[in-house]
């Protein structure tokens, strides 16, 4: 089956969800700020980062436009606050089949998206059918159907162990061979519903002694880059919404942030040099999302993780490499975060920082627990309803894009890639 006829094969089966605008009840947020900036605080102040390392020659936004589209700002405008607040979450699930209680949080507030990993699975048609029911719950709701998230990196690193790639990134002899199998993986996940992946990984390491072994493609930076423009490649080929991760880069790091804190003991010139280099070229070759990691970086004094940083994300991703596009935080709910403070908090300081989509893998109390948090910083002001808006419209840009927002009542396939 051909990428086009597999891609078919699911919008016609309906396990991708659509919503129309006009089902939307209005609300009374302030109205959406026509420029998407990037992260919160004064853009003048001059970061550590600026100090240090250039910025990214001028150039048109990678990923969603600074300027939202016209319907995607008007959807933006008409969400209740609440449900703002849940299109910048995404959760993982507990169970194997459609009675996880997630999907009744789908239904209620229109989730951001929703991670299926390898505890949630059991066989390829058992995967598409939880795929599908987060679309087609949102769908009868009225609600934005949820991004469908998944990580599957290869080998024992995939999370659906007999679907596509069968070794991982450094198993390949080659850049291509490795983006190919990554795109094999794409056309897989892509006919059972799935569509974004954390990934590919874009660090820089050895396979053999690193902390990220094999997931690592190469310790040489231009390898790694040539990996990472041509998996996005086959990525969006396939439909399917790539977040390279973990940015700015852990390959360096003393351990795997799954296992605890990582310190990653580079000076901010070597990491110019070595880990920004793959997500520089991703973002030159138009990626539309990126995973923020949880490295410790001398920015910031090796006690706030990347993914909470406004150095890391305000000041380097968006202001020096002008990354406009989705951010996406890698698990709060990994030892690398719960180490040192609690998920709740977390997410307040991962949206504050300049995230847009706020990963929660687990368990349901804490997934709740975020949700109440972030809803009531921006209720006092401790986010303010503009970095809010920023992440929704970030998040609505990636949907439309992948054909889940649709102006009027065309059919979903209308507006697919």
């Avoid at 048609?125 to 709701?141: S, W």
């Avoid at 580079?266 to 070759?285: M, N, Q, S």
């Avoid at 990354?323 to 403070?341: C, E, K, N, Q, Y």
């Amino acid at each position: 089956m051909t990428r086009i006829a597999a891609l078919a094969a699911v919008l016609l089966s309906g396990a991708v969800g659509y919503v129309v605008v006009d089902r939307l009840r209005e609300d009374e947020p302030p109205p959406l700020p026509p420029e998407a900036s990037g992260g919160t605080g004064p853009r003048e102040r001059t970061s550590f980062l600026a100090r240090m390392i250039p910025p990214e020659p001028e150039r048109p936004p990678a990923g969603a436009a600074a300027r939202a589209p016209r319907t995607v700002a008007e959807l933006v405008r008409r969400l209740p606050l609440e449900r703002k607040v849940a299109q910048v979450f995404v959760w993982g699930l507990a169970g194997r089949d459609l009675t996880d209680p997630v999907y009744e949080r789908v239904r209620e507030l229109g989730l951001g998206g929703i991670l299926l990993r390898g505890e949630n699975y059991a066989s390829p048609g058992q995967l598409a059918a939880m795929a599908g029911e987060a679309g087609v719950v949102a769908r009868r709701a009225g609600q934005v159907p949820p991004l469908v998230y998944a990580s599957q990196e290869g080998a024992e690193y995939s999370s659906f162990p007999d679907l596509p790639p069968e070794g991982a990134p450094a198993d390949y002899p080659s850049a291509q061979a490795a983006a190919q199998a990554a795109g094999e993986a794409a056309d897989a996940l892509r006919a059972l519903g799935i569509t974004a992946v954390l990934g590919p990984v874009l660090d820089v390491g050895p396979a053999d002694t690193g902390a990220l072994g094999a997931r690592a493609f190469s310790d040489d930076p231009e390898a790694v880059a040539s990996y990472g423009r041509a998996a996005l490649a086959e990525y969006a080929e396939a439909g399917v919404l790539a977040a390279p991760k973990h940015f700015p880069g852990i390959g360096a790091a003393n351990q795997d942030t799954a296992q605890g804190p990582a310190s990653v003991g580079l000076t901010v010139g070597e990491l110019a040099e070595r880990d920004l280099v793959p997500f520089a070229a991703a973002i030159r070759a138009g990626a539309d999302a990126i995973t923020l990691g949880h490295g410790l970086y001398a920015t910031d004094d090796f006690v706030t993780p990347a993914s909470l940083s406004p150095e890391i994300v305000g000041g380097l991703l968006r202001g020096r490499l002008r990354f406009r596009g989705l951010a996406v935080t890698d698990d709060l709910a990994s030892p690398a975060i719960t180490a040192v403070m609690s998920i709740p908090d977390a997410a307040v300081a991962a949206l504050r920082a300049g995230a847009d989509q706020l990963l929660v893998s687990g368990p349901l109390g804490e997934q709740e627990a975020a949700y109440t948090a972030v809803l009531n910083a921006v209720r006092r002001g401790e986010v303010p309803r503009r970095r809010l808006d920023e992440a929704v419209t970030r998040v609505l840009v990636a949907k439309r894009d992948l054909g889940l927002i649709l102006e009027g009542g065309g059919s979903p396939a209308a507006g697919a890639r």
